[in-house]
């Protein structure tokens, strides 16, 4: 199987960990490794290194080919000339990885994700390959929060070990995500298998734009295509997706309360990666290089690095990207 690896956003909320130059999935956010290089050693359960292509942009593709030298991971890196989300990225990338050997089953795999269980993870994929012949598949989450964030599958009747997607709605309002939540819908992983061929033909149906616009060299093609992501340009389109759902622990570390989920706790319930002296302080979030103490103080996120510290309410995490536009308005 091949595997694309879209490595091409850049993320707000994680500031001053992440910055525009250096995203959230090229940080060593949980341990030594990036979740970037976590994606590849990922990919490399079902495919070879030849078989895996990095979609990036100008900016990254150094970041890219380091991280990947330091994993030893010799792979392709696809970069774009410009970023148009996701749905160009996965057309560009998936067609020049099965232009060598004719169509082929495609996992696109974001490089933002935190995944735990190798096993289950390399299960669910086994599984989607298998109906991939006639669906476009993608990899359901039990949500556990009404998040906006995200995009709601509603499963239909059973297909193999997976299900019709009877809907796909991406990003709905926060009332709409609540009744998805009761309803079972599943949250949509951003994780996909296809056979490349179909993948094409549904671009062509769902989103002609795009198509045509890589009728044309890339440097044209990326002039030309709209930013489009394949959730509200394919998924919520198609009628040829089905659903496989993926039962592991799966975080897309959206937030720093999302990280501070994902992190091991001491007795005090403070996530630590660094030193700290806590007095009656608990379940905080604190990354930091130098000493951290703290006195009397819970939920909070403490992030310091080498220009910026960050001292944010763990339950108003989401704000944090109000940094990012505030920042840019200072000039
Ligand atoms: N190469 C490339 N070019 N990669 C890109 C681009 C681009 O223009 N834009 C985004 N990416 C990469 C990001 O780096 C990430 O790895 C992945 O594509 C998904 O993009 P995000 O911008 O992180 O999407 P999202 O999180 O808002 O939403 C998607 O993921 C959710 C799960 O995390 C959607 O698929 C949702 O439906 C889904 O629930
Ligand atoms: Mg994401």
Redesign the pocket.
Request: charged content about 20%.
């Given at each position: 199987m091949k595997t694309l690896i879209?490595?091409?956003?850049s993320?707000t909320r994680l500031f001053p960990l992440s910055r525009e130059h250096y995203?959230k999935?090229f940080i060593p956010l949980v341990d030594d490794e990036s979740l970037f290089q976590k994606t590849v050693k990922r990919a490399l359960l079902f495919s070879s290194p030849q078989e895996i292509a990095i979609?990036?942009?100008t900016d990254h593709r150094f970041l890219v080919r380091d991280q990947l030298a330091a994993i030893g991971c010799d792979c392709r890196v696809l970069v774009?000339p410009v970023?148009?989300?996701?749905l160009?990225?996965i057309y560009y990338g998936a067609r020049e990885i099965t232009r060598d050997d004719g169509p082929d089953t495609v996992a696109v795999l974001?490089?933002?994700?935190l995944i735990t269980a190798a096993g289950q993870f390399r299960d669910a994929f086994r599984r989607a390959e298998r109906l991939t012949k006639d669906y476009l598949v993608v990899f359901g989450v039990r949500p556990t929060s009404p998040h906006t964030?995200?995009?709601y599958i509603r499963p239909g009747e059973p297909l193999g070990d997976g299900s019709l997607v009877d809907a796909f709605v991406?990003?709905p309002d926060i009332e709409t995500a609540g009744h998805y939540v009761a309803d079972g819908y599943l949250?949509?992983?951003?994780m996909f298998c296809f056979d490349a061929g179909l993948f094409l033909a549904e671009c062509e149906a769902c989103a002609p734009e795009v198509a045509r616009a890589f009728e044309q060299p890339i440097q044209e093609a990326y002039g030309a295509t709209p930013?489009l992501?394949?959730?509200y340009g394919i998924m919520e389109k198609t009628r040829r997706a089905a659903v496989v759902p993926l039962e592991c622990d799966w975080s897309?570390v959206?937030n720093f309360d999302a990280l501070y989920a994902a992190l091991q706790k001491n007795g005090s319930g403070n996530a630590v990666r660094g030193e700290h002296i806590g007095i009656d302080s608990s379940e905080n979030l604190i990354i930091a290089d130098r000493l951290v103490a703290t006195v009397g103080v819970r939920d909070l996120a403490i992030v310091e690095t080498k220009d910026a510290i960050l001292v944010a309410a763990r339950d108003e995490a989401q704000r944090v990207g109000e940094i990012a536009k505030a920042l840019r308005e200072k000039g």
């Open positions: 879209l490595a091409g956003g993320g995203p999935q979609v990036t942009n774009e970023g148009k989300n996701t160009p990225a974001p490089s933002d994700h964030g995200y995009g991406e990003k949250w949509n992983s951003g930013a992501s394949i959730d897309d959206g």
